[in-house]
């Protein structure tokens, strides 16, 4: 059964930081482009970072850029979503998508991940 599970969320104050994952299980993370998103309270889910497959590729949203980081290790099998200098701006659900598809520049459109996560509460307050 492929699944994918994210953790690290939490409870965190403004200009704290914060490190998602991401992790697969029933197939290599390795072989899928990889994308974060969120989604806040009465707002739309948003692409905010991206990283290709093969071409190492990243790609980031401007609201998160300088910011956020995505990587990966393939060990791990997991994806990694490093978050500094977090605003109350950047409360939401976070999900990881996969794609097996070809992805890159249409890195932010969600229809084109086969596999989400359940999501991962961020909540950033004093």
């Known amino acids: 059964q492929v699944q994918l599970v994210e953790s690290g969320g939490g409870l965190v104050q403004p200009g704290g930081s914060l490190r998602l994952s991401c992790t697969a299980s029933?197939?290599?993370?390795?072989?899928?482009?990889i994308a974060w998103f969120r989604q806040a309270p009465g707002k739309e889910r948003e692409g905010i970072s991206y990283s290709g497959s093969s071409d190492g590729k990243t790609y980031y949203a401007d609201s998160v850029k300088g910011r956020f980081t995505i990587s990966r290790d393939a060990a791990k099998n997991t994806v990694y979503l490093q978050m500094n200098s977090l605003s109350p701006e950047d409360t939401a659900v976070y999900y990881c998508?996969?794609?097996?598809?070809?992805?890159?520049?249409?890195?932010?459109?969600?229809?084109?991940?086969?596999?989400w996560g359940q999501g991962t509460q961020v909540t950033v307050s004093s």
């Open positions: 998508a996969a794609a097996s598809g070809w992805v890159n520049a249409l890195w932010s459109h969600e229809r084109l991940y086969d596999n």
């Open positions: 029933g197939y290599t993370l390795s072989y899928y482009a």
